[in-house]
């Protein structure tokens, strides 16, 4: 790089001659004239960036690991996507997996303060099995929605 050229991370913003007591400001005091950089400044800068860079990433990895939820994943055998498993659901994202023509739905429990997420997708291979990953426990009892249906089942057939 010859010492005319300038790296893009010291391009112009248009900000060089505002005046403030802002973070701009202090970003501007910071940063280096264009005219006094040349390759060498440039080389030893990138390799101190770089080695802070590294640290950083260092201390990520000493730090305390993220505790993952256990994974509970089960094949049915069902010509329908959504299975009555006694909880109830919110679906919150689907997307198309790839070497899948079937998408992937993902849903979240709805009961306060349980986070409990499930993905259910249907496999390419024999369409006819529905594969529901559980991440995570419920902290609360089954809930016994089936119960109303039931009834209001019963009230159609009353009315029929």
Not at 17 to 29: I, P, S, T
Not at 63 to 87: C, E
Not at 125 to 130: A, L
Request: hydrophobic share 30%.
């Amino acid at each position: 790089m010859s010492a005319n050229m300038v790296p893009n991370s010291y391009a112009s913003t248009g900000l060089e001659g505002a005046k403030g007591n802002g973070f701009l400001g202090l970003m501007q005091e910071m940063e280096a004239p264009a005219a006094s950089l040349n390759a060498d400044n440039i080389s030893q800068n990138r390799g101190f960036v770089g080695s802070i860079a590294s640290e950083g990433r260092l201390e990520k990895k000493r730090g305390a690991k993220k505790i993952r939820k256990p994974k509970y994943a089960f094949q049915t055998r069902s010509q329908v996507d959504i299975l009555d498993d006694g909880y109830r659901w919110r679906k919150y994202g689907q997307k198309a997996v790839k070497n899948n023509k079937f998408p992937r739905s993902y849903y979240r429990c709805t009961h306060q303060g349980c986070n409990v997420k499930k993905q259910v997708q249907r496999l390419t291979k024999d369409e006819g099995i529905v594969v529901t990953t559980y991440e995570g426990t419920h902290s609360h009892q089954i809930e016994k929605s089936t119960d109303n249906f039931e009834h209001i089942l019963r009230q159609m057939q009353i009315y029929s």
